[in-house]
């Protein structure tokens, strides 16, 4: 069965300690990953787009990679702005290409 | 660009009673999504429409949920009778490249409270 699975739940970090956050999927066919980040409130906004193994994308703090089984997004010295539910969602190649997505992870970052 | 408008932001209704959320993409979008995101959960799309056609609607609740695209434009999306398990947030989204592999623009958002 698809399936995207975010890691951790929450996560709680200091002002420019860097961590990442990890999503890992099985469907039968990927046509892509994406990320993107949730506001309280708000809906979703758009980060990346990753189609293939090996792939990087950078914006700001913010690097998203691809393995064959998983996504991570890595924050690098990150700020309080950078609070928010980053959520993952995958598109099957098969399946009538229905976008699968994750549960998010909760980021607070405490100045 | 102006982004995905959605209305009205929050909605309290009692249980039976229906209700509609109306969803303006962004201008060209072909593809139109509407989302029903519960607490602490991802979004859970309902139906997808692809210029005034739907491509998927197997996870919309079709004993109790509406949805249409006018003129490949517009949409609403209504709940008739609406029950407390459809207290959610129903999120609207758009994309430009139809069912192709491509990014979502979601709008706001409405809160829906069902009491």
């Known amino acids: 069965e698809d399936q995207v699975t975010q890691s951790p739940e929450a996560l709680r970090l200091q002002e420019g300690e860097s961590s990442s956050l990890n999503c890992s999927y099985t469907?039968?066919?990927?046509?892509?990953l994406f990320w993107y980040r949730q506001d309280p409130g708000k809906g979703p906004e758009f980060l990346f787009t990753?189609?293939?193994?090996?792939e990087e994308k950078e914006k700001e703090r913010l690097k998203a990679t691809l393995t064959k089984k998983e996504s991570f997004l890595h924050i690098t010295a990150p700020k309080p702005e950078d609070s928010a539910t980053y959520l993952c969602?995958?598109?099957?190649?098969?399946?009538?290409?229905?976008?699968?997505w994750g549960l998010g992870t909760s980021l607070a970052v405490n100045p | 660009e102006a982004g995905v408008a959605q209305s009205p932001r929050y909605k309290i209704i009692e249980k039976r009673q229906s209700v509609a959320f109306w969803c303006n993409p962004i201008?060209?979008?072909?593809?139109l999504y509407w989302y029903q995101q519960i607490l602490g959960q991802g979004p859970k799309l309902l139906i997808q429409?692809?210029?005034?056609?739907?491509?998927?609607d197997s996870q919309l609740p079709k004993d109790r949920f509406s949805a249409e695209r006018l003129k490949g434009v517009d949409s609403t999306l209504k709940i008739q009778p609406a029950k407390l398990e459809d207290s959610a947030v129903y999120l609207c989204?758009?994309?430009?490249?139809?069912?192709?592999?491509?990014?979502?623009?979601f709008g706001q958002g409405t809160r829906l409270t069902v009491v």
């Open positions: 429409f692809q210029n005034n056609g739907v491509v998927d």
């Open positions: 989204a758009s994309s430009s490249r139809g069912t192709i592999l491509t990014e979502a623009f």
């Open positions: 201008s060209g979008h072909a593809t």
């Open positions: 969602a995958v598109q099957d190649a098969g399946n009538n290409r229905k976008l699968i």
């Open positions: 990753l189609y293939s193994a090996g």
């Open positions: 469907v039968s066919g990927l046509r892509g």
